[in-house]
């Protein structure tokens, strides 16, 4: 019996997401494959047999999977675990992984469990609930465990494995969406969900255009960008930026909150954070409570100042 991961990628490369899926794997049963559906997708197929501790990669690669639509991906996920031979179905609490498991669940008639945060044993799990304020502790009584698994709570398996690849023939199109277009947004820094550093800006930036005094800051740390919901609700920055409940979970080595009250729905996105620091105007602001260094002063004479030290450094 082994536990099954499920591979997010985009044909081309591997999203490490996948790589801190594997290491909660791991925990559950020492056993772990790694399923990769996609089309044209051995570059990620080479990629995922190259993590640390994996004993497979299956590699399903066919048309209905170029652009990872949910309901094709469900269909390949259920054929695998209707070979009985799964105890655990796991993906990354990502969008990606949010969007395929709850579906494998219902067809499974399983209980999922969303956004782990811990593996306590093979069918007991940590997940936080009421934004974060408090963690559930549950057990899956069900024969197959299907978890979605927040990325910062579990470090990244290695890259120093050599997993045999094999290819597996791949589940029918389901018929029931098909891929129209897809808009992305470039950015040339690193991805809010991975980054090691992230400068986030609140509604204190007070408009889009105060919003790119962070850019600077950002491009002298090597940080992602990051925003509060109240910032996005205000169309200083897209949506894809929001950190928090309904927006991304970050865990960087450095948050900076600049100008962010310091809500808890925002808290809940940050709080895993290794070091947090606050830049905010109001010396009772909830940020402080959780920030473990705090500037208090206007965001717009800090952010100057500190880009101008980093720049003399
Ligand atoms: P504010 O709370 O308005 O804070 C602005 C801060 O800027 C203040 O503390 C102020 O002192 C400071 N400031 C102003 N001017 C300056 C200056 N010149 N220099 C320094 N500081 C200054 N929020 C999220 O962020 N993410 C979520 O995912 C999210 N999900 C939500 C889900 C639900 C169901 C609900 C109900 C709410 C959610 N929210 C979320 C919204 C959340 O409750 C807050 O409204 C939001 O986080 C506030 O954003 P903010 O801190 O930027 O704004």
Known sequence: MNALVIAEHDNVSLNISTLHTVTAAL???TNVHVLVA??????????????????????ADAIPFANGLAENVAQQILALALTHTYTH??????????????RVAAMLDV???????????????????????????????????????RAVNFAAAGMHGNAPVQPIMAAADSGKSLFISRDLATSGRP?????????????????????????????????ALGASRAAVDAGFVANDLQVGQTGKIVGPDLYIAIGIS??????????????????????????FAVADYGIVG??????????????CV
């Open 38 to 59: 996609g089309y044209g997708c051995d570059a990620v197929a080479q990629a995922a047999a190259k993590i640390s501790g994996i004993g497979k990669v299956l590699v």
């Open 27 to 29: 925990q559950c049963n």
């Open 262 to 287: 310091g809500a808890i729905q925002h808290l809940a996105g940050m709080t895993d954070s290794r070091v947090i620091v606050a830049i905010n105007k109001d010396p009772e602001a909830p940020i």
């Open 191 to 223: 991805d809010l969900t991975s980054a090691r550093i992230v400068v986030s800006g609140g509604r204190g930036l007070g408009s889009s255009e105060n919003f790119r005094i962070l850019e600077p800051l950002a491009d002298e740390l090597g940080a």
């Open 89 to 102: 179905l796991l993906a990354p609490a990502t969008v990606y992984g949010k969007n395929i498991m709850p």
């Open 111 to 149: 209980g999922q469990i969303s956004e782990v945060t811990k593996v306590v044993s093979a069918d007991i799990f940590e997940r936080p609930i009421y934004a974060g304020n408090a963690i559930a502790t549950v057990q899956s009584l069900d024969e197959i465990k299907v978890l979605t698994v």
């Open 298 to 311: 206007d965001l717009f004479e800090v952010v100057p100042d500190l880009i101008r030290e980093l720049q």
